[in-house]
């Protein structure tokens, strides 16, 4: 329990304890003032039956009954009042025929003794016109700090169970809480594979432990892959800067061995690899890093067309286009990823490629097919793995960077579409789909 919570308690016990002390107190005083105005009423009944001067008020327990006069003549008294003075001089008021009130006495001894006092009216009775009295002392819950000292009782040993019974329900709760705090203070960057126990119970403190156990998961696999990912650049970039410091070692030591000019151009290649291999890793980046650019309306009908027009390819290019197909996303992106598209299947490609743009169940579907050897099963899903490539890839043409698809992919998710690969319907070949959510000018 916070300092807030606890003094928040406190106030609302404080007022609880103050509005029950009322309800008990007026509880107490109707109930005595009630028997008080019965035991008037019982005098009064007597009064206006009786005889004059023969005026015989009944006995109970409230014993202190006078009848006065108009002149303030004591006529009748109870046998404890007789010889007494009046014991109010309170009249009513507006017409009314009865009047309450408290009367306290003061005696010699310094004892002070508050009385409940009910009178009543009567305009008629053998005496004329008198004033029944009747009272009775205080209760003793009235004359005494008795209610406020039981209820600061009570309220403070709520308040020290319900405190106790607090600190006793947080330590079992927490104390799970502090068991995750130290199994994680022990988890490092160089072990991710701990795990925290997950207790029995399905409460909040097992589901946090779940949620805790799939972070560490996710964060496990987030590091894997940083690792494999700067291993596997750092190995693609040690390539081609061999290749590169190699060449221009060997046009050092003999300027002679080799036209410059062809060493010229073999550096330039290699340094043209460099800057592709780069080039990719500052987009992977950005993409990972969520970098939101300026996006647009686009046809992808139209951004095919245009980007095989512009794309040089060895392998004819098949096109089957619908019209009006468009999807909302940043040109520069969705045309890289055409163009990884088609260089992917332009590498694997035996005679041609077709480009297949439609809308299907509500999406812009876009297919890029090729008729080579196909990808074998299972390597579906690797194929978009950072610096990825297949046996027969290599085997073919070692000029990719590995990072074609997997960046397809990233741009792909980018536009909360989805890019996957297939096999052909009919024949060898491997079938790239990607699948992104139509504009809703389209749907319109």
Not at 15 to 20: E, L, R, S
Not at 223 to 250: M, N
Not at 281 to 304: F, P
């Amino acid at each position: 329990m916070t300092l807030t919570a606890l003094v928040l308690f406190m106030l609302v016990l404080g007022i609880g304890m103050f509005a029950i002390q009322d309800v008990v107190r007026d509880k107490v005083l109707t109930d005595a003032t009630d028997a008080v105005a019965e035991a008037a009423g019982k005098a009064v009944q007597s009064v206006e039956n009786g005889p004059a001067n023969a005026v015989v008020l009944p006995t109970s327990h409230i014993s202190l009954i006078q009848v006065v006069a108009a002149d303030g003549r004591v006529v009748a008294a109870s046998p404890a009042m007789k010889g007494k003075p009046r014991i109010s001089e309170t009249l009513p008021t507006d017409g009314d025929l009865r009047v309450n009130g408290t009367s306290c006495i003061t005696f010699p001894t310094g004892r002070q003794t508050c009385y409940i006092i009910v009178g009543f009216r009567i305009d008629h009775s053998p005496y004329g016109k008198v004033m029944v009295y009747a009272a009775a002392p205080q209760p003793q819950l009235l004359r005494t700090n008795v209610l406020e000292i039981s209820l600061a009782l009570f309220g403070s040993v709520l308040l020290a169970l319900l405190g106790w019974g607090t600190w006793q329900l947080a330590g079992r709760t927490l104390k799970p809480v502090a068991r995750i705090r130290a199994k994680m203070a022990e988890i490092t960057a160089t072990d991710l594979s701990r795990r925290m126990p997950v207790p029995d119970s399905e409460d909040e403190v097992a589901q946090l432990t779940k949620t805790v156990n799939a972070t560490l998961e996710r964060l496990e696999r987030a590091v894997e892959d940083q690792r494999r990912f700067a291993s596997d650049a750092s190995h693609e970039l040690r390539t081609p800067l061999t290749g590169l410091r190699t060449k221009l070692e060997l046009a050092i030591s003999d300027p002679g061995a080799e036209d410059s000019r062809t060493t010229m151009c073999s550096v330039l290649a290699d340094a043209e690899r460099l800057q592709a291999i780069i080039d990719d890793l500052l987009l992977l980046t950005r993409l990972d890093a969520g970098v939101q650019s300026t996006s647009e309306q686009i046809n992808l009908s139209e951004l095919v067309i245009a980007e095989v027009e512009r794309w040089p390819h060895r392998h004819e290019v098949l096109l089957k286009l619908a019209p009006d197909v468009v999807v909302r996303g940043n040109r520069l992106q969705l045309t890289r990823l055409l163009t990884n598209l088609l260089a992917n299947a332009d590498r694997h490609a035996t005679k041609e490629i077709q480009v297949r743009v439609g809308n299907e169940r509500g999406e812009a579907v876009m297919e890029v097919i090729d008729d080579g050897l196909g990808i074998p099963v299972g390597e579906h899903e690797r194929i978009f793995q950072r610096f990825t490539r297949l046996d027969s890839a290599r085997s073919r043409d070692a000029g990719g960077t590995g990072l074609g698809l997997p960046i397809a992919r990233d741009i792909a998710l980018a536009h909360q579409g989805r890019l996957y690969a297939t096999d052909r319907a009919t024949g060898n070949g491997a079938r790239i789909v990607l699948c992104l959510p139509l504009s809703t000018a389209t749907r319109r």
